[in-house]
T-cell receptor, first 116, second 109 residues
Framework: GAVVSQHPSWVICKSGTSVKIECRSL??????MFWYRQFPKKSLMLMAT?????????EQGVEKDKFLINHASLTLSTLTVTSAHPEDSSFYIC????????????FGPGTRLLVL | SQQGEEDPQALSIQEGENATMNCSYK?????LQWYRQNSGRGLVHLIL?????REKHSGRLRVTLDTSKKSSSLLITASRAADTASYFC?????????FGRGTSLIVHP
């Protein structure tokens, strides 16, 4: 199957700093990427949908100024958690889909963020 | 909002037994997908079943879909300890999957 990578896999940061997470589709062009957040033992919560070259569409309750999403190319989307606080600590997962894999989401391995 | 709801929330079985998980949803769908997630890891796509399909197989996995009852089931036959994971169903709306809470499966060796 198609491969999606995330970097970093683990990040620990101080409160007030910003953290950037990258999501890359390695072997297909991802016209759409999704960002999810998952709390311990909980389901995935869709944060935003990102289409290449356009602004991300955020789900209700997700602060767009807090979680900046950029999808500048067909293989890369970034999520920046700005001025991170301990309550932002979570597991962030991206997924990607494209014309070649249109009905299937391919997920990245996730990034665990811990804000101290 | 969550569309799919898995049942049971947790399942504990012995290796070799079959595991059945159910998923119910609320609105009409184009397709339904099952995913697996090992602890602390991303999701792995298992199987997709379209709204006009009733049953689908993939290795030891069997998925059924009953659109009249708005429900799906995932059967894992001859389970192995390595099947221990959380399993999620996701229903789609315009290709955006909405996940249920998941079923935590533990297979004891």
């Amino acid at each position: 199957g198609a491969v999606v990578s995330q970097h970093p896999s683990w990040v620990i940061c101080k409160s007030g700093t910003s953290v950037k997470i990258e999501c890359r589709s390695l072997d297909f062009q991802a016209t759409t990427m999704f960002w999810y957040r998952q709390f311990p033992k909980k389901s995935l919560m869709l944060m935003a949908t990102s289409n290449e070259g356009s602004k991300a569409t955020y789900e209700q309750g997700v602060e767009k100024d807090k979680f900046l999403i950029n999808h500048a190319s067909l293989t890369l989307s970034t999520l920046t958690v700005t001025s991170a606080h301990p309550e932002d600590s979570s597991f962030y997962i991206c997924s990607a889909t494209g014309l070649a894999v249109e009905e299937t989401q391919y997920f990245g391995p996730g990034t665990r963020l811990l804000v101290l | 909002s969550q569309q799919g709801e898995e049942d049971p929330q947790a399942l504990s079985i012995q290796e070799g037994e079959n595991a059945t998980m159910n998923c119910s949803y609320k609105t009409s769908i184009n397709n339904l997908q099952w995913y697996r997630q090992n602890s602390g890891r991303g999701l792995v796509h298992l199987i997709l079943i379209r709204s006009n399909e009733r049953e689908k197989h993939s290795g030891r996995l069997r998925v059924t879909l009953d659109t009249s009852k708005k429900s799906s089931s995932l059967l894992i036959t001859a389970s192995r300890a390595a099947d221990t994971a959380s399993y999620f169903c996701a229903t789609d709306n315009l290709y955006i999957p909405t996940f249920g809470r998941g079923t935590s499966l533990i297979v004891h060796p």
